[in-house]
């Protein structure tokens, strides 16, 4: 079958003939209907994370933002059948370990990650495999497509987790969110859906024209304007931040713009120039009661919630897909990351 795969961190892409999966005693091979192409898919392509013994080795199949339709099941799953329709968190989790016990499998100590490591080809690919399908094939409900359910990816489900379990958001609170690629402007449609008052910041004018159409109620170019002094003339300081790209100069934005008490969720992982690492402005934290915190991804469990609110119409992931791609198009669309050239989500959907 064919597949997008990693050769060389930097180096062009290459979608070629790899192996058919089979399914583990306890797994599902899906026959790929859609996947998301995210920012996390640049990282490993350029193979960031070693300052956190998370790089991506090469030979590796990407993608991880999947929906589906489960074509074989392994002798031991007991929930999932063939011919169901699925989407599968990026995160996949044993289910036996105190984390998943205790309903946070996106923090599953034993944790294989879906496009990111060898036990776990991803899924820009005809097929892929989804080891634990008990756990990490989640049941997609009629009426949501295929295209929507993909956008949600890990961007929407990490922007919701985030927003509604991290930071509890709520009614009346101000979020600010910094840097809006397809994580932000999904933190930008949820918080709004929450009933809070969604600031989009960036530097660039084409998100935030579209953050302004899913509900962001102020839009701020961070190259033109003074952000944190902004937020806190007009609204006197946003009670929530989201850093949603990955910097210092973004993470230093987000927190700037909270008022006293507020709390800022760090979803954005860093690059080659943070390496992980980022200043804290300490005394702050202590003058002002802020509260910084991290967010990755979201339980299996709670994909129910966000299936009730697309059902109520509340979020409509699919109105953040600028792009539907085909699979030998993968590397060129990545390759444009590099240069801030996309805007929204691209999802392929020709395989």
Do not use: K
Request: negative net charge; hydrophobic residues 40%; glycine residues 12%.
């Amino acid at each position: 079958m064919r597949a997008v795969v990693l050769a060389e961190h930097g180096e062009p892409l290459e979608c070629r003939e790899v192996p058919e999966p089979e399914p583990d005693p306890d797994g599902v091979v899906v026959e790929t209907e859609a996947c998301g192409i995210c920012r996390s898919d640049w990282h490993a392509w350029q193979g960031h994370g070693d300052w956190v013994d998370d790089r991506v080795p090469t030979g590796q199949v990407l993608g991880h933002e999947p929906v589906g339709t489960v074509d074989e099941v392994g002798a031991d799953v007991e929930t999932v059948r063939p011919g169901d329709r699925v989407v599968v968190p990026f995160s996949l989790a044993d289910g036996t370990c105190p984390a998943c016990r205790a309903g946070r499998q996106n923090y599953c100590e034993g944790a294989t990650a879906l496009g990111f490591g060898p036990a776990a080809p991803g899924a820009f690919a005809e097929r892929f495999h989804v080891p634990a399908a008990d756990v990490n094939a989640v049941g997609l409900p009629d009426g949501v497509s295929g295209v929507a359910a993909a956008s949600m990816g890990c961007r929407f489900v990490t922007a919701f987790e985030g927003l509604d379990a991290t930071a509890d958001v709520g009614g009346g609170d101000v979020v600010v969110v910094v840097g809006c690629g397809g994580v932000g402007l999904s933190a930008v449609q949820i918080a709004a859906a929450l009933g809070a008052t969604p600031v989009a910041v960036d530097v660039r004018e084409a998100p935030l024209e579209l953050a302004a159409e899913i509900g962001a109620v102020a839009t701020l170019n961070a190259e033109r304007v003074d952000v944190s002094e902004r937020v806190h003339d007009r609204f006197g300081g946003g009670d929530v931040s989201m850093d949603a790209l990955g910097s210092a100069e973004t993470f230093r934005t987000a927190v700037d713009s909270l008022g006293s008490g507020g709390t800022h969720v760090q979803v954005g992982l860093t690059g080659d120039d943070d390496r992980g690492e980022v200043p804290l402005p300490v005394d702050r934290l202590v003058q002002a009661d802020l509260t910084v915190a991290g967010s990755r991804g979201m339980a299996p469990r709670r994909y129910d919630d966000i299936f009730a609110m697309v059902s109520a119409g509340q979020v409509d992931p699919g109105a953040l897909v600028t792009d539907r791609v085909a699979l030998d198009e993968v590397p060129d669309r990545l390759a444009a990351m590099s240069e801030f050239d996309t805007v929204g989500v691209e999802v392929v959907t020709e395989f």
